[in-house]
């Protein structure tokens, strides 16, 4: 199964979410990428994953243009539609789904209040993704 995770800067949701998946199921082939991507991983997105176990500090923000030719089972957009565009993917796609989630990358406050943001996002990636490889095995 070949799972893409798509958003605008591939630098904390899309990146979070394929940790999620790759823990689930090391089988899967799961790639993630954006329209727009930021220069690195959110050092605040490595930290709340490495917390409960999972490491992506390995992981950068490619540019979706690199998978265009490439055949995908899943094509996942994570933005929140709220507040920003999802791009869309015009590869070869079996099935095309959107999970939205805010971006706590804006999050603002101090501190705390920003890891806070982070957390939370983090475990409702955790829970709808959990969900979403639960109906796929």
């Not at 243009?65 to 055949?71: M, T």
């Not at 890891?115 to 095995?137: M, Q, T």
């Amino acid at each position: 199964m070949k799972i893409l995770i798509l958003c605008t800067g591939n630098s904390c949701r899309s990146q979070m979410a394929e940790g999620f998946l790759k823990s689930f199921d090391p089988g899967l082939e799961v790639y993630s990428a954006g329209t727009n991507p930021s220069a690195e991983v959110h050092p605040k997105a490595i930290q709340v994953m490495k917390e409960i176990g999972i490491d992506i500090s390995n992981g950068y923000p490619k540019n979706v243009n690199q998978f265009l030719n490439d055949s995908f089972d899943y094509v996942i957009t994570v933005c929140d539609n709220a507040k920003e565009t999802c791009p869309v993917f015009l590869g070869n796609v079996k099935e095309q789904l959107h999970i939205g989630f805010e971006d706590p990358a804006e999050a603002t406050g101090t501190e705390d209040e920003i890891l806070s943001k982070f957390r939370e996002i983090r475990d409702e990636i955790k829970r709808d993704f959990d969900k979403f490889y639960k109906s796929i095995k």
